[in-house]
């Protein structure tokens, strides 16, 4: 079946601009996840929904950046004037259950590469 | 605050022979930790993982050990094959803290035929 698709692959932009970065879900899967990467780094946590609701946004930087999930599956993560340290690889992963539950595997799409000049 | 170590940000391994990656960690109340593996332009796929309750946990190849007293896992492959090279993030999580993983900073393997 599908992985965990993100849209789109690459985004340039220029400092002060607004992005918008798409995550697709497994098909079913209740929970969704959004991290950063930076070069060099692991990732970073940002947010965390289950179903339609940010269980927990505490990896969120600052209020340029928020993450929606609207009716439970397809997820946007928007950020505001953005400024050459966001320049990043997003990623989203998805799992079947969330709540904690310490079985359930997080996949992973390939990313958006963010680069702001 | 790195919660989450990997110190190594490299190791190089000959085909056929045991690659041993580490992973140190601060957080005592971490209570499952994982390993995923990434390459290149792919996202992290799961690996391997351990509860804090087990001290070893083994899945063909791979095995994990965990020694809480000393805030240490590490992953072994054995025998280390070429496909195995991409760069390895252990991760830990805590219970009541959903499914939010804190990553180590990857260690990157590569096996040499």
């Known amino acids: 079946g599908a992985g965990v698709s993100q849209t789109p692959s690459n985004k340039v932009t220029e400092k002060g601009k607004y992005v918008e970065l798409r995550c697709d879900p497994i098909?079913?899967?209740?929970?969704l996840y959004w991290y950063r990467q930076s070069l060099g780094q692991g990732p970073e946590f940002l947010i965390y929904?289950?179903?339609?609701?940010?269980?927990?946004d505490s990896g969120l930087p600052n209020d340029r950046f928020f993450a929606v999930r609207p009716e439970g599956s397809v997820s946007t993560l928007k950020i505001q004037r953005t400024e050459r340290g966001d320049s990043a690889v997003y990623l989203c992963a998805s799992s079947l259950v969330g709540q904690g539950v310490r079985t359930d595997t997080q996949y992973f799409g390939p990313g958006t590469r963010l680069t702001v000049l | 605050d790195q919660q989450v170590k990997q110190n190594s940000p490299s190791l190089s391994v000959q085909e056929g022979r045991i690659s041993i990656l580490n992973c140190d960690y601060t957080n005592s109340m971490f209570d499952y930790f994982l390993w995923y593996k990434k390459y290149p332009a792919e996202g992290p796929t799961f690996l391997i993982s351990i509860s804090s309750i087990k001290d070893k946990n083994e899945d063909g190849r791979f095995t994990v050990f965990l020694n809480k007293s000393a805030k240490h896992l590490s992953l072994h492959i054995v025998p280390s094959q070429p496909g195995d090279s991409a760069v390895y993030f252990c991760a830990a999580s805590f219970y009541n803290q959903g499914g939010k993983l804190i990553f180590g900073q990857g260690t990157e393997l590569s096996v040499k035929p």
């Open positions: 098909s079913g899967h209740t929970a």
């Open positions: 929904f289950q179903g339609t609701g940010a269980a927990d």
